[in-house]
């Protein structure tokens, strides 16, 4: 077998072995609309997203926390929840959602500064798990 056929056999056995140890440390993240390991709490999100590289494709975050913010430019809403690393969830509906209610997040993520990111697209509901409290 020629060594460049050799060497691209070798490179794309290892893609999934790489994308899994990405998401070995960090439960939270997901594939694109895969099922997250675990949903994160506020306190866990930056030591689970320090240092996770800017990819080409998309890498999805699931969340639980209270609501700080619910806003609309009239087309969009903007959810936000976490105080250290600010999330916000860019949505179509805020389902009645209100400051203060605990909420479910899951979706697209990307990080903007040291303290904050945007979920877009984002899917949010008030069924917060207990284990995420």
């Not at 993520?109 to 409290?133: F, M, T």
């Amino acid at each position: 077998m020629p060594r460049a056929t050799c060497a691209a056999l070798i490179l794309f056995a290892t893609l999934p072995a790489a994308a899994d140890d990405l998401f070995a440390t960090r439960p939270a993240f997901s594939a694109p609309d895969q099922p997250a390991k675990h949903v994160a709490r506020c306190t866990e999100i930056r030591a689970m997203a320090e240092g996770l590289p800017v990819r080409e494709e998309r890498i999805d975050l699931s969340v639980a926390g209270d609501l700080t913010l619910v806003k609309t430019d009239g087309a969009l809403w903007y959810l936000v929840i976490c105080d250290d690393l600010r999330i916000m969830c860019v949505t179509y509906d805020s389902n009645d959602m209100k400051t203060g209610e605990r909420v479910l997040m899951k979706g697209g993520y990307r990080r903007l500064d040291d303290r904050h990111a945007v979920l877009d697209p984002c899917l949010a509901s008030r069924d917060a798990p207990e284990r995420a409290r």
